[in-house]
């Protein structure tokens, strides 16, 4: 078969992007999605997002619109039987939302069941998609150009731009920029304001990860003792973030502190998250979305790897290092674990360690970006 060429897809006038969650995911997936607009300025970009992710991909200057994929909603009607006309009555209006663009292509990044039978429901001419073996739940069944990506183990991000290919596209790494409405900025501005922190040199710790991936949490006693020696010893003010059902998380670590630290105010949207991201000179977390966002936003980030292989979820940006310890076990693929040795063994020290050695290095490189952006 011969390599497909840009030119042959010249016409382009609609594209559909899919990539439904999560957060960390969605972040990789938006290099490719910059170098998509790059080749077809013209063409009207829709990306297929699940609703709890729709402000961030809506903060992306390449992305005309956004469809968001009821899931909480259609959860809860599954919870409550009478709703079930209900929605199917939602599922068909969101199906002629899908399907009414009429797209040329449809690019699947998610590679699973669900997104895959979403891919062929929007009735694209051509669906790309991932060939066997580098996809789940027989994903390529749903698409009729199918890419190879160059090697099985490989970052995410480069894993999403091997995609282009099917559109002839070789693309380099772009670090994604956001739309910051103005009224999230100021909401940021005033509360670091009202706590007396817009002058300080802050540093962000994001101390949770979503239900589903837990046992990738630090001891929450560790990020209290690292706290307290990131204000003595390197004089930092401290402000930690949380997401949903993780307030009483930060509460707790602030209570137990010798230091003060500060809670984050609550963000209604990713796009408040990332002003007050941008404020921060230095952002520690575990292996969740948070910390992507931190880096891709060019913030000196310190994350804690345990079960996950950090060749190919670490954040991808240089101004990000990784913490994790070198245990037999480690990296692994499982979803629950009893005993996480590979995240309870990492020490406030070891990532103190990193702080010291890899700030002077990271903040070079992080100052070098800022002058360029």
Known sequence: ML??????????????VVRLGAMGDIIHVMPAVKHLKTAFPSAHLTWLVEDKLEDLVKGLPEVDEVIAFPR????ACLKRPTRCFTMISEFQAFLGKLRKKEYDVALDFHGNFRSGLLTYLCNAKTKIGFSQGYCK????????????????KMHRVDKYLSLLRGLG???PYQRPSFSIPHADRLFIDNFLCNNHLDQKTIAIIHPGTSLFGKYKRWPLENYARLADRLIQEFGYSVIFTWGHLEYQMAKDIVSSMRCQATIAC??????????LLQHARLFIGGDTGPTHLASCLVVPTIAIFGPKDPLVYAPYDKNAVVVRKDIPCSPCSRRTCENVICITTITPEDVLDRVRVACT???AYTHTMEQSV
């Open 137 to 152: 739940e027989f994903n390529f069944v749903f698409t009729n150009v199918r890419v190879t990506p160059p090697q099985k």
């Open 266 to 275: 609550k963000t209604s949207s990713v796009m408040q998250l990332i002003a």
């Open 3 to 16: 390599q497909p060429t840009v030119n042959q897809f010249s016409n382009l006038q609609n594209i559909l």
């Open 169 to 171: 596209i070789e693309a």
């Open 361 to 363: 290095e990271v903040y």
């Open 72 to 75: 909480r909603q259609w959860q």
